[in-house]
């Protein structure tokens, strides 16, 4: 087979803009024997209204028909069961053509996409994590601290529209999680992030001991200026983790080409035409869509 078919099990929503696909069938233990399957998932979605047309698999890798590559998104895998019977991956809902929201908003039981690749990094181990992003970062935030063990220390900070996206996550005692509403603003208009972040204190003791480590994930404009905060700071390259998920004015399908959807080398194992010279693994564009 091509990819791991997923299949709609029960559509949640978690916050008026937040809409959580619990997908089962035998495609998930197959996505996630096939091997790394988490933080990230490539998930390839139909043509709306037409039956799941699986790009084929060769020697070289993914054999794509014309329209097939476009329809590929990075998503974060929200929760995983530990049989492999289940995942469930979060959608940010919004106006708009979207491959992916569109698809999530009008998904029932019974409905399919595949799950092509998966893999990718996470936050290091640390005794302090500061953890910093938006909506588009809430899915990797939450999983990230709901697998924290019971001693972790930390901080939190999540911008969403207003307090009806907040969610309950189930952080430990020590891990403070804080809301950022932007009460009517549009998504990455404001400086609420750059701020939270440049107010933020890290321990003396955890800082020289190098037990802190940073993961920012947001509107590239966050990104930039979290790179260049961390940088004044003097704080260790190798202690930190900032990806860029989305740039405002750019639609999903500009900035994923100009990204290739790929956090990591091999990812997903190909590149697109075309796009030899612009391939951007490993670099500090990175594209992710909720």
Same mark, same amino acid.
């Given at each position: 087979? *091509? ?48 039956? %799941?047309?699986? +790009?084929?698999?060769? =020697?070289?890798?993914?054999?794509? $028909?014309? #329209? @097939? ?15 492999? *019977?289940? %995942? *469930?991956v979060? !959608? ?14 009008n998904?029932?039981?019974g ?13 290091? =181990?640390?005794a /302090? ?6 909506e ?5 935030? #939450? ?25 309950? %996550? ?5 891990? =403070?999680?804080? /809301?950022?509403? &932007?009460?009517?603003? @549009? ?14 204190? !890290? ?6 001991? #190098?037990?802190? @480590?940073?993961?920012? *994930? ?12 961390? $940088?004044s700071l003097?704080?260790?390259?190798? @202690?930190?983790?900032?990806i860029?998920?989305?740039? &405002? #004015?750019?639609?999903?399908?500009s900035y ?11 990812? %997903?194992?190909?590149?697109? +035409? ?17």
């Amino acid at each position: 087979m *091509s990819g791991h078919i997923l299949t709609v099990e029960r559509v949640e929503d978690v916050t008026p803009l937040m809409r959580r696909v619990h997908f089962g069938g035998p495609g998930v233990a197959g996505y996630v024997n096939a091997g790394a399957h988490i933080p990230n998932v490539k998930l390839y979605f139909p043509v709306p209204g037409e039956p %799941l047309d699986l +790009p084929g698999r060769g =020697e070289r890798g993914w054999e794509w $028909k014309p #329209g @097939q590559r476009e329809r590929v998104r990075t998503y974060t895998v929200r929760s995983l069961a530990a049989d492999a *019977s289940s %995942l *469930s991956v979060d !959608f940010v809902r919004h106006a708009g053509t979207s491959v992916a929201a569109s698809w999530a908003e009008n998904a029932v039981r019974g409905d399919e996409i595949a799950a092509l690749a998966g893999g990718g990094v996470v936050v290091g =181990e640390a005794a /302090w994590v500061l953890l910093a992003g938006d909506e588009t970062a809430l899915p990797a935030i #939450g999983g990230t601290i709901e697998r924290f063990g019971p001693q972790q220390r930390g901080l939190a900070l999540i911008e969403v529209a207003g307090p009806a996206e907040e969610q309950e %996550l189930h952080a430990p005692a020590g891990v =403070e999680v804080r /809301w950022l509403h &932007r009460n009517g603003a @549009q998504p990455g208009s404001t400086m609420l992030l750059q701020e939270a972040l440049a107010a933020a204190r !890290f321990p003396a003791a955890e800082l020289a001991a #190098g037990e802190v @480590q940073v993961w920012v *994930s947001a509107e590239s404009a966050v990104v930039r200026f979290a790179r260049s905060w961390l $940088k004044s700071l003097g704080f260790p390259r190798k @202690q930190q983790l900032i990806i860029g998920y989305w740039n &405002r #004015g750019v639609n999903e399908v500009s900035y994923g080409r100009a990204t290739d959807h790929d956090r990591v080398e091999g990812e %997903l194992e190909t590149i697109l +035409p075309g796009q030899e010279e612009d391939h951007h693994h490993g670099s500090p564009r990175y594209a992710h869509d909720h």
